[in-house]
């Protein structure tokens, strides 16, 4: 019965719509009924208005800052629906933040609103009726998100001081665990490996030669939370300075509480956890294959983790939470999580979870997921444009990258093809690698993967029967019973930080070299600069199966059907190499400042050994603005309105002329 009169409402309402004096806007022609996965979570739904609406939505939006209880848009039609399906509550999906309103807007992500309803109310039917509204263009149902299926963790061995690292740059004791930074083949934890080769390795020890990090570079970690104050990981934390971890206010008005590492969106707070029962220490392993503090005499390395032993800092980590126990960010606030990570500096996003791959195979408890691009934007726009968002705006044009680089796990099904959202083009897709360039007997693969690094290989390396056997494995930090330690990991989770740790590298040397880059040029360069692998890729290897099990059984994987379907090895050191002719001379940025007001610029940020370089400065009309030189820094005043041209001459020759434009505030009226 309620069905017939809600669709019967809708016909009489469009209808009207037709001769009516209400502003409705035209039907767009990719509104189509959005698909209702079977997860979906009952009552709540996505949906993204037309542009023509955001007068109406900025003024319910001013209603809802001032404290009043919004449950209607203030748009006839779409409230008639609104009431009939016994909404409760309608909410913009990305909260305001000043600093990035104008491209927030730019993107079309304002447009954006979670619409909670009753639950007598199917989403079926919610998703017909929202869809049909000209002033809606996308409709999405919400659903939680799943941690990434991943092989499960080895006990977990705390005894690191037992190593010896004679001949290693760095002096942390077990270094020499961690083949996928230096495999010299032959070498094992207890004994020698008869299936590890030399040089199958992220090429780590080539690249510290040259760099180790730089704290101007941030890696976004979406997974569990990171333990911030792990020993072998504070000095590499993010700190989001002015914010109090957890507090009850929002100090920087980035329309977040209390995110002072990062923000936790699986319980939409500024508490970053580790000691949940069902956390495994997940997230805090991959942070430490990106950024564990090297040379400090402790436990594990980071691919760019800086050099504790000679102040050189290493990148930061923040935390961008999804999984918490047993919570999960549902897709709303997965997008907040990864339009965050750009919004705060981030220009890496490590996502070492995802759906399964469209070709799991069943039978092994998988439900496969998305199979294309247009599949996938189907079924989840938001989270598409979430992350579209992240590739276009992360960075600066005037840093180190412009865009942001979207590293991806393919995923462990054992399947042919990577699983969404990493099989999407703009990222970089990962499989995983055993110790001697095979792949990895669980990993995905397929002709969308772009890269390959280390992630472990259990059931290729370990003793049949043996639960504790760590053999072939990963070694990085990790929580047990809620205290900091180290431990081991395995699948493509673990390949996927050894990339994102890479692209890190890379982006901290050419900040050393004060090199630009576009974030797709990027990409290009982590690409063209890997290590072919599909020689490699020859003959049969042979595994067993959860190999921890007694009875487990012999499995013959045929390599030739990997060929062309593993991407390359990522190669810090070649990449390293590959930054010092290319990309771009970074660039002074274009100066925007009040009458009255003063902005002060980091000279040696954009000239190589700019902080051993001395500067002068001219301004072309001194009536506009007045600049001088202190040491390194410049500084700039507006004195009156107007346009005028700044020039910086600099002692090795280089000169830099940028555009300086005073304008009033105005009045003090940001957005909502």
Not at 68 to 89: F, K, Q
Not at 519 to 527: D, K
Request: net charge negative.
């Amino acid at each position: 019965m309620k069905r017939v009169s809600l669709y019967a409402l809708l016909f009489m309402l469009l209808a009207a719509s037709c001769t009516d004096d209400v502003a409705v806007a035209p039907q767009p022609e990719e509104n189509v009924a959005a698909q209702v996965p079977a997860d979906a979570i009952e009552g709540e739904i996505v949906i993204k208005f037309v542009p023509e609406m955001t007068e109406i939505l900025d003024n319910m939006s001013r209603m809802r800052s001032a404290g009043a209880r919004v449950t209607r848009m203030g748009i006839p039609t779409t409230d008639e629906i609104l009431s009939i399906l016994g909404a409760y509550s309608i909410e913009r999906v990305f909260p305001v933040d000043n600093r990035t309103e104008e491209r927030t807007r730019e993107a079309g992500l304002h447009l954006w609103y979670q619409v909670k309803f009753s639950e007598e109310t199917t989403l079926e039917e919610a998703v017909k009726s929202l869809s049909a509204l000209g002033e809606v263009s996308k409709v999405q149902c919400n659903r939680k998100i799943y941690r990434l299926s991943n092989r499960q963790p080895r006990p977990i061995d705390t005894d690191v001081m037992r190593a010896s690292n004679e001949g290693f740059l760095f002096n942390d004791p077990a270094l020499y665990r961690q083949w996928g930074y230096i495999n010299r083949g032959g070498y094992s934890f207890e004994q020698p490996w008869a299936k590890a080769v030399a040089g199958c390795d992220v090429g780590c020890e080539e690249a510290w030669t040259m760099c180790t990090g730089d704290s101007s570079i941030i890696v976004a970690v979406m997974d569990e939370g990171v333990m911030y104050n792990h020993p072998d990981l504070a000095a590499n934390i993010w700190v989001n300075e002015g914010e109090k971890l957890g507090a009850d206010e929002d100090a920087d008005g980035n329309g977040y509480k209390g995110d002072r590492h990062g923000y936790n969106f699986a319980t939409d707070r500024g508490y970053i956890s580790t000691t949940g029962s069902n956390d495994t220490g997940h997230g805090t392993h991959v942070a430490g294959t990106i950024a564990a503090v090297n040379n400090n005499g402790m436990g594990v390395c980071g691919i760019a983790g800086g050099n504790a032993a000679s102040g050189e800092a290493g990148v930061k980590i923040m935390s961008c939470q999804i999984f918490d126990d047993n919570r999960t960010a549902t897709l709303t606030l997965e997008a907040k999580g990864v339009k965050y990570a750009a919004d705060n500096g981030a220009t890496v996003l490590q996502c070492s979870w995802g759906y399964m791959s469209p070709n799991a195979n069943p039978i092994l408890g998988y439900t496969p997921g998305p199979a294309t691009e247009e599949e996938w934007e189907a079924m989840y726009p938001l989270e598409k444009e979430a992350f579209d968002y992240f590739v276009a705006n992360a960075g600066s044009p005037n840093g180190v990258i412009d865009g942001g680089v979207v590293v991806f796990a393919a995923g462990n099904e054992y399947a042919n093809m990577p699983s969404f959202p990493g099989a999407y083009s703009k990222f970089i897709c990962v499989s995983a690698l055993a110790a001697d360039y095979t792949p990895a007997t669980y990993t995905d693969y397929g002709t969308e993967i772009d890269l390959s690094a280390p992630g472990g290989d259990g059931d290729y390396y370990g003793e049949v029967g043996n639960p504790a056997d760590n053999e072939g494995m990963i070694y990085s930090t990790i929580v047990s019973e809620g205290k900091p330690s180290y431990g081991y990991y395995e699948g493509s989770s673990m390949a996927c930080p050894h990339v994102s740790g890479v692209a890190a590298l890379g982006l901290s040397y050419a900040a050393k070299l004060r090199r630009h880059f576009k974030a797709e040029e990027f990409i290009s360069l982590m690409y063209e600069s890997g290590t072919e692998i599909d020689c490699y890729f020859k003959g049969d290897k042979l595994s067993h199966y959860n190999h921890t099990s007694p009875g487990a059984s012999a499995t013959k994987s045929d390599l030739s059907l990997y060929v062309g379907k593993m991407g390359r090895l990522v190669n810090a050191g070649a990449l390293l190499k590959a930054i010092e002719s290319a990309g771009s001379n970074m660039k002074i940025p274009n100066l925007y400042l009040s009458p009255g007001n003063e902005s002060v610029i980091n000279l040696e940020r954009y000239f190589a050994d700019g902080e051993n370089l001395t500067y002068t400065c001219r301004i072309a009309d001194s009536s506009v603005a007045a600049a001088e030189i202190q040491g390194t820094r410049l500084l700039i005043k507006g004195l009156k309105e107007g346009t005028t041209m700044l020039t910086v001459s600099v002692s090795n020759g280089e000169e830099q002329t940028v555009a300086v434009t005073v304008r009033d505030n105005a009045a003090g009226n940001g957005w909502l």
